[in-house]
T-cell receptor
Framework: NAGVTQTPKFQVLKTGQSMTLQCAQD?????MSWYRQDPGMGLRLIHY???????DQGEVPNGYNVSRSTTEDFPLRLLSAAPSQTSVYFC??????????????FGAGTRLSVL | DQQVKQNSPSLSVQEGRISILNCDYT??????FLWYKKYPAEGPTFLIS?????DKNEDGRFTVFLNKSAKHLSLHIVPSQPGDSAVYFC??????????FGTGTRLKVLA
């Protein structure tokens, strides 16, 4: 029972490099999202998707792209990494809906450092 | 502007005693509240939730209280155990899929 799987767990980039953070879930959840967590702050929503082919911006979307070609996968792309993107990134998924159906399940996170 | 506030960054409690974690929110439209627990190097995990139509929800040692007029909720852990040591996030939604997180409270339960 894998749940939400994020890869890689750690990554170091140089400023200007691009990379893709992978996220996969095996629970057939419609909703998936990406968050970042910075020191002293809660998790902030970057992008989210309510189903395959549908994505939208969250609170802090600049510098990130997403796509959702399948229900299972929701990759996050950094187009040109900047030191301000140094953070811990979490992917989450949930059943579509609100209230009790909106319990989100999180991956273990990707710790990213941009030098 | 922080819509969900957890004003205590940290809390230390003796094992066996009660832990009380507090959370304030600004928007009366928020209708569902959750508490998540996070251990180091892991993702947050769901702990307990409450709908705005209730004022209390219990699950074992964990109870969440909601005071809508004060826009305040609290999480009570009784009795506290060393394994409860973690960061606790207060989370809310407003009928959509989007979560709004508080900044978290680090609980340390002393043996």
């Amino acid at each position: 029972n894998a749940g939400v799987t994020q890869t890689p767990k750690f990554q170091v980039l140089k400023t200007g490099q691009s990379m893709t953070l992978q996220c996969a879930q095996d629970m057939n959840h419609e909703y998936m999202s990406w968050y970042r967590q910075d020191p002293g702050m809660g998790l902030r929503l970057i992008h989210y998707s309510v189903g395959a082919g549908i994505t939208d911006q969250g609170e802090v979307p600049n510098g990130y792209n997403v796509s959702r070609s399948t229900t299972e996968d929701f990759p996050l792309r950094l187009l040109s990494a900047a030191p301000s993107q140094t953070s811990v990134y979490f992917c989450a998924s949930s059943l579509a809906g609100s209230g009790a159906k909106n319990i989100q399940y999180f991956g273990a996170g990707t710790r990213l450092s941009v030098l | 502007d922080q819509q969900v506030k957890q004003n205590s960054p940290s809390l230390s409690v003796q094992e066996g005693r009660i832990s009380i974690l507090n959370c304030d929110y600004t928007n009366s439209m928020f209708d569902y509240f959750l508490w998540y627990k996070k251990y180091p190097a892991e993702g947050p995990t769901f702990l307990i939730s409450i709908s705005s139509i209730k004022d209390k929800n219990e699950d074992g040692r964990f109870t969440v209280f909601l005071n809508k007029s004060a826009k305040h909720l609290s999480l009570h852990i009784v009795p506290s155990q060393p394994g409860d040591s973690a960061v606790y996030f207060c989370v809310t939604t407003s009928g959509t899929y989007k979560y709004i997180f508080g900044t978290g409270t680090r609980l340390k339960v002393l043996a």
